[in-house]
Structures are given as C-alpha cells and as structure tokens.
C-alpha cells in the first residue's frame, strides 16, 4: 500500500462541547467542521494542526463503539488514520494477504466523505488504524 500521509489523529470523547474549549482557547486551534456520521452513531469535530487533522469523536448512542471505547478506556487517543494512494480496497487486500486482521471487509463511508475502512488493533501493534481516500 502506498500512504502519502497521516490524514488524522481521533480522539474519543464523552463531549465535543466541553473539550473543544481545550483545543480552541488553550492549544490555539480552530474546529472547521462538526458533522454526524449517523450510521457510526458518532458526532466528529475536526480541528487542524499543521497538515494534520485532529478528529474528536464523541458518540450519539450508548451503543456505539466509541460509547464502548470510552467507557473501556476513557477518553484519549482512539485511532490513526492514513491517506491510501492507492485505494483502501487495495490497501485492505495487501494487509489481509500479509496476514493483518481487518475490522472492515470493503471501505465505506466515514466524515468528510472519505472513504475508509479499518485494521484491528490486535494486529497493527496495539493501534486501531484506519485506511482513508479521498
């Protein structure tokens, strides 16, 4: 697979509301877009940090998984994503050919219309990676 670079950092949170002050007043970032991705049952908020994008995910359902992540593990670090040159469906065949367990069969639709899918931790060195194109 070819990455170009790291499209963003997420980071699950129990409310964007309340730690966007965070980002915003102490750190000197701006949030440039707040969108629901319903199907995920999450509400993102993407802040930028030189070329690097920084995506809170805070859930909309108990049942979702970053409910489960932060009721698990609390709040912080959540995933990395990459920017695939080559296609995500690509990327996933050559990692599932390389023996990494993949969360996501085919890329779908995530924030920002990109297409992505997602590597299991269990495999990837501890760190939820996620696949992205735009």
Do not use: W
């Not at 007043?25 to 940090?49: M, P």
């Not at 367990?101 to 639709?109: E, F, V």
């Not at 297409?115 to 501890?126: R, W």
């Amino acid at each position: 697979m070819k990455i170009s670079h790291i499209e963003h950092i997420g980071i699950a949170v129990e409310s964007i509301e309340k730690v966007l002050p965070y980002f915003e007043n102490v750190l000197g970032l701006k949030c440039y877009n707040i969108e629901e991705v319903a199907d995920q049952k999450v509400k993102t908020a993407f802040l930028k940090c030189g070329e690097v994008k920084l995506e809170l995910l805070e859930p909309t359902s108990p049942e979702s998984t970053i409910a489960k992540y932060i009721e698990k593990h609390g709040q912080g670090m959540h995933h990395m994503a990459f920017c695939i040159e080559d296609g995500v469906a690509n990327a996933l065949a050559e990692a599932e050919s390389a023996g990494i367990r993949l969360i996501d069969k085919a890329p779908r639709q995530g924030a920002e219309q990109l297409h992505i899918a997602f590597l299991h931790p269990k495999s990837t060195v501890g760190i939820l990676t996620e696949l992205c194109e735009h």
